[in-house]
Nanobody, 117 residues
């Protein structure tokens, strides 16, 4: 059974930092592209950042220079370091694992990030 378990969300003031973690089980982690998505109230889910199995990264324009995605294949974990947080970063953040060649896509349950003073 595949599980993606996010942690690290919470309440932070504007300008602050948070690090999200997503621990995966039930998959060969190193074979998967891992991503972070977010969904704000009343909005569609959007891609925040992705890291491929070859460690290539890609970011939404809105987070470039502020967020960093990384992975530790030994720990089956992907991270999202978020800095200079803004109120508009407030959303539920979801971890995603994808292996396109087999059309395998998995999601975590989400973790709330709230940026407010």
């Amino acid at each position: 059974q595949v599980q993606l378990v996010e942690s690290g969300g919470g309440l932070v003031q504007p300008g602050g930092s948070l690090r999200l973690s997503c621990a995966a089980s039930g998959i060969i982690f190193s074979n998967y592209a891992m991503g972070w998505y977010r969904q704000a109230p009343g909005k569609q889910r959007e891609l925040v950042a992705v890291i491929t199995s070859g460690d290539t990264t890609n970011y939404a324009d809105s987070v470039k220079g502020r967020f960093t995605i990384s992975r530790d294949n030994a720990k089956n974990t992907v991270y999202l370091q978020m800095s200079s947080l803004k109120p508009e970063d407030t959303a539920v953040y979801y971890c995603n694992a994808e292996r396109r060649i087999f059309h395998y896509v998995y999601w975590g349950q989400g973790t709330q990030v709230t940026v407010s003073s």
